[in-house]
């Protein structure tokens, strides 16, 4: 068939084709059919400009980098370091060292006035019913556990000093 001009595209067979990019008709077929990479049009041949446009992009396409990929990738890790950054400084985020000192503390102390309960209650509770027994220790074991629930964002300030 050769090329023609029709509706200002330069058309032309596989041959044709094939001839331009100097490669086999065979190559031109796989990139076409398996390969998806060059497009056949309806009536069987090729809008040549688009065709070998196709072909190189297919060629020297490089799929392990796409640098506006990259760039967007590394625009979002800054902003989420930024955003950190920002959290941390507010105290609405904590290092985990920190949480886990903060809240090592909180449970030592924690333990320890539970463990120290029978001797503290020991004689107040001499001589009572098992209600009265049962009520005051309720309220001690309350009044403990009212410490711990009481979360305060200065907690952190102490255990992160000394790090910067």
């Given amino acids: 068939m050769g090329g023609v001009f029709l509706e200002k595209e330069l058309r032309g067979d596989v041959n044709y084709l094939s001839k ?24 069987g041949d090729f809008i040549l ?16 980098v796409d640098y506006n990929h990259e760039k967007a990738l590394h625009e979002r890790a800054k902003r989420k370091l930024t955003e950190m950054e920002v959290r941390k400084r507010s105290n609405e985020l904590h290092e985990a060292a920190d949480v886990e000192a903060v809240l ?14 029978p001797a503290k209650m020991a004689t107040q509770l001499a001589e009572r019913s098992k209600e009265e027994i049962e009520e005051l220790l309720t309220k001690e074991i309350e ?18 000093e000394g790090e910067e």
């Fill in 20 to 43: 331009l990019l100097g490669v086999s008709v065979r190559r031109v077929n796989q990139m076409v059919k398996p390969e998806g990479k060059i497009t056949k049009e309806p009536e």
């Fill in 104 to 117: 090592t503390d909180m449970l030592v102390n924690l333990r320890t006035k539970l463990l120290a309960i």
């Fill in 49 to 64: 400009q688009k065709a070998i446009s196709q072909y190189y992009m297919a060629k020297y396409k490089h799929d392990d």
């Fill in 143 to 160: 009044f403990l556990l009212l410490e711990v629930k009481d979360y305060k964002p200065t907690m952190f300030e102490m255990s992160g």
